[in-house]
């Protein structure tokens, strides 16, 4: 083991609903790696989503079983510390990835994960960009394959530069080749939206002859926002619409009466569609995350969840645990 036996982390203490309760505690690094394929990264960002929030809460112990103290964080990006022989990576190398339930707790100085969780971050890319991909932008790529995606089609996203929405709407028109892409936006956001340069239509979400529109144009609809009205942006008879969010069962029943087929995905690890998706789109530009940068400590991880609890964030929001 390097130097230091010891780091920080964000935790609670016991499952609460205050944000006021989040604190860094110190922990004990594992003096070895359990299995060959472990992979231990010195964090540099982490990014935050809101299911930390319930986890910290204990909402989420029947899905997900955990017991105080519950630390914070899926989304990593650092340098390798430590790799077991048979992990793919080595010390030194630059990584990003989404750790494992068990695993939970990259809002920290270090974290230990398997290496399949992992990929290399490429040399032009920074960590606070890469930390904000891989749970946001997995859930994204597997929903668009859910919903079928794929070359010459028509796809509108909701909720299009939020932290889902911006990584589907990038990939619908740079990875899957579709024709058209549309997204829903605030109106503050329509500017920014556009500049990304993915969406070849953006559209205030609260304008609704704009969004009307829209209707009946769209071979699949990636709902990234919970906007249960959105299939009637789908085709009738022939389009999907693909959720992250869930629908309540009315809502579904009226999707499906209008001949619209229904997909619902939950995100699952994987390095490998990290390296062979994100990582040429990150490298070539194609990709450049809006992310929003607070600091590792009490006050700035609390302001961090705080605004993501607070919902309509742009982009990504990115703890920087270390400078790059």
Not at 84 to 92: P, S
Not at 294 to 300: E, Q
Request: a negative charge.
């Amino acid at each position: 083991m390097s130097a230091g036996t010891t780091y920080r982390a964000l935790a609670v203490a016991q499952f609460t609903s205050s944000i006021d309760d989040y604190a860094l505690a110190e922990y004990a690094r594992v003096p070895r790696l359990a299995t060959a394929t472990e992979v231990e990264v010195r964090v540099h960002a982490a990014a935050v989503n809101v299911i930390d929030v319930y986890r910290a809460a204990g909402a989420l112990t029947d899905a997900f079983p955990v017991t105080p103290p519950v630390r914070f964080g899926y989304d990593v990006a650092g340098v390798v510390a430590r790799a077991g022989e048979q992990a793919a990576f080595r010390a030194g190398d630059r990584v990003y990835g989404c750790v494992g339930h068990g695993d939970i707790g990259t809002v920290g100085e270090y974290v230990v994960t398997d290496g399949a969780n992992l990929a290399r971050i490429p040399d032009t890319v920074a960590f606070v960009a890469a930390a904000s991909v891989p749970l946001a932008g997995l859930t994204a790529k597997q929903a668009l394959d859910a919903g079928g995606a794929g070359d010459g089609q028509t796809v509108h996203v909701t909720g299009g530069l939020g932290g889902v929405g911006m990584f589907a709407t990038v990939l619908a028109r740079r990875h899957y080749g579709a024709r058209e892409v549309s997204a829903t936006v605030s109106a503050a956001k329509v500017r920014q939206a556009e500049a990304l340069g993915a969406a070849t239509r953006v559209v205030d979400y609260r304008d609704a002859a704009a969004v009307a529109a829209l209707e009946g144009s769209a071979d699949l609809v990636l709902d990234a926002a919970g906007d249960q009205a959105s299939y009637t942006i789908a085709k009738r008879g022939s389009g999907t619409v693909s959720t992250v969010v869930q629908w309540k069962p009315e809502n579904v029943a009226r999707l499906e009466a209008a001949g619209v087929r229904h997909v619902h995905t939950f995100a699952v690890q994987s390095g490998s569609q990290l390296a062979d998706t994100f990582s040429p789109l990150l490298a070539d530009g194609s990709l450049q995350p809006v992310v929003d940068v607070f600091p590792f400590s009490d006050d700035g991880a609390r302001a961090a969840y705080a605004k993501c609890l607070a919902g309509h964030a742009t982009g990504k929001i990115v703890i920087r645990v270390r400078d790059d």
